[in-house]
């Protein structure tokens, strides 16, 4: 049975750069309050004014970025996985968008997933599972996100708008016989008794109309979060993720060489860190500099560490997420 390798990682996010600052002149927010609940000091946004863009944009160019580094041709990509919350349309779905842009040629499956901030994981462990049972050989996997038009910048909106923002990347993960590498195992949870806890309500198939100007009034539109339940929440899934895959790998926290927990809040970062016992270079977050990406935070973070040397053949990388749902998950690595 061939193993899942990453082949090659990237990403793509646009120019603007939106400080805390900046925020704070829309909003009842400020600099100190952001970093000091979140450690989030600036996001990209797409600036819909000189250039717009859709998620399927971002996850176009994250894809480009991550085959060139694959050494890869769209010719030999035989499967497209995205991940994404924001996508361009209600339908068809951005995989096939993606499919168009890069010129991937008709009849390679695309398929959708909308897993939020675990995206990523959730269709790494379906890229593992089909390249491992030879359904496919080569799986790029997008997650890719465009929140800036979706949030509210306004007094209500304003705990969940500080903390998203825009970004695509992506993975290229291949078949490979050497068994030592690759893909060593997922663990993917969902709960959906907390579907409500984070949520955007508006529109809905449930609704007739889906969306009406009172429904806009309220800002139904726009993402709602009880922050606290997500935060208490993420900061025991996660560890519970990653102990229960590193015991079924038979891996100690002390030999994993890098951690890479999606990019949510950076004090839930800090605390996964500490209930595992990890030293401070055994985690790598960028949240600082992009803001909670969605499906895009882990693969962003992954292609960042690894343009920095943080990971070299053979080490042990694990990947961990939590959101929206909600779901949860962790993945173990040998690179
Ligand atoms: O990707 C997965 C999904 N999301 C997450 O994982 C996020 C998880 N949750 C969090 O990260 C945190 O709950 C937040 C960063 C969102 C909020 O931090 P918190 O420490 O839980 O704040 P809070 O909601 O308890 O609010 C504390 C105070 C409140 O004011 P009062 O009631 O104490 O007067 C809020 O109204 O901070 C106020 N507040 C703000 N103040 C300035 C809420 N948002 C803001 C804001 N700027 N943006």
Known sequence: MPNAVFLGTGHFVP??????????????????????????????????DKEPMGASDLGTRAARNALDAAGMSTDHVDCIIYATLSPDKAFPGDGVLVQAKLDIPAGVPAFDIRNQCSGFLYGLQ????????????????????????GL???????EVS???GDGGAAAVL???DDNERGVLGVTLHADGRFAEVLETSCPSS?????????????????????GKLVFKN???????????????????????????PHQANLRISEMVQRRLGLRDDQVFNNIQKYGNTTA?????????????????????LVLTAFGAGFTWGAALVRW
């Not at 449930?206 to 009880?226: C, F, H, I, S, W």
């Not at 895009?296 to 042990?316: C, F, N, T, Y």
């Open 15 to 48: 120019d603007c750069v939106v400080t805390n600052e900046e925020l704070a002149e829309l909003m009842d927010t400020s600099d100190e309050w952001i970093q000091q609940r979140t450690g989030i000091q600036q996001r990209r946004f797409v600036d819909f």
């Open 126 to 149: 379906m890229a593992n599972a089909f390249i491992r049972q030879g359904v496919y050989n080569n799986v790029l996997l997008i997650g890719s996100e465009v929140h800036s038009s």
């Open 174 to 176: 291949g078949a490979s």
């Open 152 to 158: 509210e910048f306004a007094d209500r909106g304003r």
């Open 162 to 164: 500080v903390i998203f």
């Open 234 to 260: 993420a900061v025991q899934r996660m560890p519970e993720a990653v102990s229960k895959v590193l015991a079924e790998h038979d891996v100690e926290p002390k030999d994993i060489k890098l951690l890479i």
């Open 206 to 226: 449930a609704l007739n109309p889906r969306v009406t100007k009172e429904m806009l009034d309220t800002g139904a539109q726009y993402p709602r979060m009880q």
């Open 296 to 316: 895009a935070s882990i693969p962003l973070a992954l292609d960042e560490a690894v343009k920095e040397g943080r990971l070299q053949k053979g080490d042990l």
